[in-house]
């Protein structure tokens, strides 16, 4: 009998976002929005994930200056919250983040440099 181990990421553990992404397969994205509009210049979510409870589902995204502003604010809305990916889809996945995630933060983009000047350097 082959027995794989999945250890727990929910409740009460604390792990990175990284660790949480990659056990579920989650994809972080991270968006910039015209300097005009006066919201915070960026926002992070996971791909197809909404907060689920109570057979209600709600977007949640977290808001900051920086990416990682955003991050952090985002991991603070989706502690401790029942998740689900996919919601509509065959794929549909249910799981709890943790109540905490640990303070080690995936390398974002640096954008405080011009994006167009960024995309022209990277070559």
């Known amino acids: ?4 181990f999945q250890p727990f990421a929910g409740g009460a553990g604390v792990i990175s976002v990284e660790q949480f992404a990659d056990t579920y397969g989650l994809k972080l ?3 910039e929005r015209p300097k005009a509009i006066g919201l915070a210049r960026f926002y992070v979510c996971f791909d197809g994930v ?8 709600s977007s949640a995204s977290g808001n900051g200056n920086t990416p990682t502003e955003a991050l952090i604010d985002y991991c603070s809305r989706i502690a401790g919250h029942h998740l689900v990916k996919d919601a509509y889809m065959p794929t ?3 799981f ?22 960024a995309m022209l350097t990277k070559q």
């Open 50 to 57: 909404e907060i689920g409870g109570n057979g209600i589902l």
């Open 1 to 4: 009998m082959e027995i794989e």
């Open 29 to 31: 994205i991270v968006i």
């Open 92 to 94: 549909r996945a249910e």
């Open 96 to 117: 709890d983040a943790p109540n905490a995630f640990s303070p080690v933060l995936p390398n974002l983009p640096n954008v405080e440099m011009d994006p167009i000047k």
